[in-house]
């Protein structure tokens, strides 16, 4: 809007003066460019400190997301160590479990090698004694034998 108006003065201007309509224009012209580069000058002094504010913010907005981008995938890996951490947990929980198992296990073998080691004793004692017992009968078989034959008549020897 105030672009349109110093050009329409000049012209008036141009054409109440005495000079030639060609010589308005060209001075119309001139006094427009210099008022389209005036106005663009003060157009861009206006504005062009918040624009290069906006861009500084818009450049610190943007480090600040990779920033935050950076903080997030940190986040995340750790939620994910975490994860994995209680995964490990649980592995260690379980091995736990098992590990008392194996233990009470060894134990439960350990007492049957005892028992069974016991029972072999027992058994080689008791094969021990029915043999003893066994070899005694023989030998009582034996004597009563003999006995019986020394005490069964002989006939006498003739002399």
């Known amino acids: 809007m105030g672009g349109t108006e110093v050009p329409r003065a000049s012209f008036v201007l141009g054409c109440l003066s005495d000079t030639s309509p060609d010589e308005g224009l060209i001075e119309d012209l001139t006094i427009e460019d210099k008022a389209v580069e005036q106005l663009a000058e003060g ?24 920033v935050l981008l950076d903080t997030l995938e940190q986040e995340i890996s750790k939620f994910k160590e975490c994860h994995s951490m209680l995964d490990i947990n649980a592995l260690f929980a379980e091995a736990k479990h098992y590990h008392a198992k194996l233990v009470n296990i060894r134990k439960e ?29 023989e030998q009582q078989r034996e004597k009563e034998f003999e006995r019986e034959k020394q005490l069964t008549a002989r006939p006498a020897k003739r002399t």
């Not at 504005?47 to 480090?63: C, G, H, I, N, V």
């Not at 350990?110 to 043999?131: F, V």
């Open 109 to 137: 073998m350990l007492m049957l090698h005892e028992k069974t080691s016991k029972l072999k004793k027992r058994a080689l004692k008791l094969q021990q004694k029915r043999q003893k017992e066994e070899l005694e009968r």
């Open 43 to 66: 157009l861009l002094s206006h504005y062009l400190p918040d624009l290069q504010r906006s861009k500084q913010a818009l450049q610190e907005l943007t480090q600040n997301q990779v």
